[in-house]
């Protein structure tokens, strides 16, 4: 493991600072404190400018390089924001917040990020410019797509964009990414069956709904199967579904929610498509009638081939060649850093934090023997990308 000994001499250091965050966990755009922290350390460190306010709450440092020759340009993208969870690890720094947690690893991405910057700023081995970028709202809240329309790649002339995510269930300390599609857009959609409501004694006097709810569920399942290349991925979960107060009546209406997911935009129409036109005539068939409500959520995060390659390289430096997934399966969950890639060239990569529990679980704690790896990866990526000469 070729961890840079600088990196390791503060390690300490940028624990607390995740531990800090930890502790005090925002949600959404509302990450005052955090970003206010990021702002205060950024200016601590010497970094040449620091922008606060883009995207709402972002926060932006520059670092020059040492020498000016370059006028290349790349960004780190770190997020902010917790999740609305009542924390149940049983750590020392657990939240203080009740029904607020970092259970996805954001603390430990500000602070490794933190870190990167201390170091590129202290040592400013490269030629060009490095932009740490600190984004509320990754959570459902679209912080990167925020920042993007707030003009972060223009104001800045980002030529090329990265992003680090931990996981659990990667070896610790391990790489993995691909080129292309790395995670999915995640859609969403509501549905509202109305049918007629009478004794459930009864029910060839009415139209249940709970019926018409219960074959569109199993009918829904069939758009992936039966519509989808199998060698596409795509889900279509239906996640709430809400009728009825009492065992004898049979309800006047359902109400159902869920989530599609997709890793090409042309399955991703299809899958709206096939939604908007079998829910009604569903509901139809049974005498019912349905209204569906259908969200675009993030798009699919796309990984450059040359920019994911490179991070590949960067990782093998860190971690070694046998540390490093070069073409792992893709996660259908979402990830709002594909605003970021859709508007620059770029790559998402994956770090690994061993064995516990996984992201959003309520005993989930991000796992600081990484912190050296993470942020050496980071000052890498900019060096090697940056080379003096």
């Known amino acids: 493991m070729a961890i ?8 300490d250091e940028i624990t607390a600072w995740r531990r800090d965050f930890h502790s005090h966990p925002e949600l959404g755009y509302d990450v005052n404190r955090t970003a206010g922290r990021v702002a205060e350390l950024l200016k ?8 606060t306010g883009i995207g709402r709450t972002g926060v932006v440092g520059v670092i020059k390089g040492r020498k000016a020759d370059s006028e290349r340009v790349i960004g780190l993208r770190a997020d902010m924001d917790a999740l609305p969870i009542l924390e149940k690890s049983g750590k020392p720094y657990a ?3 009740s029904g607020k947690m970092h259970a996805c690893g954001h603390d430990g991405h500000t602070a490794m990020l933190l870190g990167a ?6 040592t400013r ?10 984004q509320p709202a990754e959570e459902g809240g679209g912080g990167g797509k925020a920042m993007v329309n707030d003009g972060l790649m223009e104001k800045f002339g980002i030529e090329e964009v990265y992003g680090l995510h931990n ?8 790489f993995a990414i691909r080129s292309g599609g790395i995670m999915a857009a995640s859609d969403f959609f509501t549905i509202e069956i109305e049918g007629l409501g009478g004794h459930a004694a009864m029910p060839h006097k009415t139209i249940d709904p709970v019926v018409v709810a219960a074959h569109m569920i199993t009918g829904l399942q069939m758009i992936v ?7 596409n991925s795509a889900v279509v979960s239906v996640t709430v579904v809400k009728a009825g107060e009492a065992d004898n009546v049979i309800p006047s209406s359902v109400h159902m929610a869920g989530t599609a997911r997709s890793l090409r935009e042309d399955v991703r129409d299809m899958i709206e498509s096939r939604l908007n036109a079998f829910v009604p005539q569903c509901a139809a068939s049974f005498g019912a009638k349905a209204h569906i409500s259908y969200r675009r959520g993030y798009p699919v995060t796309v990984n450059a081939e040359a920019q994911a390659r490179f991070a590949a390289d960067v990782g093998a430096e860190i971690a070694g060649e046998d540390r490093v997934q070069r073409d792992v399966d893709p996660t259908m969950g979402g990830e709002d850093f594909s605003y970021m890639l859709e508007a620059r060239p770029g790559a998402y990569m994956i770090i690994g934090t061993g064995d516990g529990p996984g992201l959003h679980d309520d005993r989930y704690d991000f796992n600081d023997e990484i912190i050296p790896v993470g942020v050496s990866y980071w000052a890498r990526l900019v060096e090697k990308a940056m080379p003096i000469g």
């Open 4 to 11: 840079i000994n600088r990196i390791a001499d503060f390690q």
């Open 225 to 231: 199967s039966r519509n989808a290349d199998p060698v």
């Open 125 to 134: 081995n490269f030629d060009g410019t490095a932009i740490v970028i600190f």
């Open 117 to 122: 910057a201390k170091y590129l700023a202290e």
């Open 44 to 51: 601590e460190f010497g970094v040449d400018e620091v922008v």
């Open 167 to 174: 996981f659990p269930g990667f070896p610790m300390g391990s």
């Open 95 to 97: 939240s203080s917040v």
